[in-house]
């Protein structure tokens, strides 16, 4: 599908380096720590999001990716388990330095305010939006909309009513409340790695609401 300029697609491998690249500048990990260490989490993000997707979609702008959606209903492929060994060699990456071993923590402790997060709500969902990034450069233009709308109807050809996606005050989180997600938790901490407190949120979407 193109949009003027935008082609948009399933992702390829060679768009890692891109995506990586994409997922520094959107949680500004070079800002944060060692450019070695920043590609370590920027990979490590990337490949979990694959290793827990059936779904997704690249904004592709001049050849080079510049927005991408990733999401999942419950039936993940057994294969994209895969991308779990080069996860686990990037987080081994980062033990190699004192910095690197506090941004791992930053990702423990990001995962279990994630998995509190969906306690609160005591409700079971019919898939997740996993990863969801647009180029600084590329917002407002039209592009997130687009991959947003492609990942519901996604969802919808797979009979999925209900989805969750996580976010914080770090991102663009302005954007799902725009778009008529309901946010249904929330859960503030501490991360000594980002050096300031940050608020977790979770949302909650209806795949009929949203594609009426």
């Known amino acids: 599908m193109t949009n003027e300029s935008i082609t948009y697609r399933p992702i390829r491998r060679s768009d890692y380096s891109a995506l990586a690249a994409l997922i520094d500048t959107s949680w500004n990990y070079s800002e944060l720590t060692s450019s070695f260490n920043a590609k370590q989490m920027s990979y490590a993000f990337l490949f979990s999001s694959l290793a827990h997707q059936s779904f997704t979609q690249v904004a592709v702008k001049n050849n080079k990716p510049v927005g991408v959606a990733m999401g999942r209903t419950e039936e993940v492929p057994i294969s994209h388990k895969l991308f779990l060994l080069p996860l686990f060699f990037n ?48 917002q407002g233009t039209g592009v997130g909309s687009q ?13 999925a009513r209900t989805f969750y996606l996580f976010s914080d005050t770090s991102c663009t989180y302005s954007f799902y409340e725009h778009k008529g997600l309901k946010r249904t938790g929330v859960i503030t901490r501490k991360m000594p790695f980002l050096k300031k407190e940050i608020s977790f949120f979770l949302y909650r979407g209806s795949v009929a609401d949203l594609l009426d």
């Not at 033990?95 to 079971?124: I, M, P």
């Not at 519901?152 to 009979?159: A, E, H, M, V």
């Open 147 to 159: 991959l947003f709308e492609d990942f519901l109807k996604y969802l919808r050809s797979q009979g």
């Open 91 to 138: 987080l081994i990456a980062l033990q190699f330095t004192a910095d690197g071993r506090k941004a791992f923590q930053s990702f423990r402790r990001n995962f279990h305010v994630n998995k509190s997060l969906l306690k609160q709500t005591y409700e079971t969902y019919d898939g997740e939006l996993v990863l969801f990034a647009v180029a600084p450069g590329t």
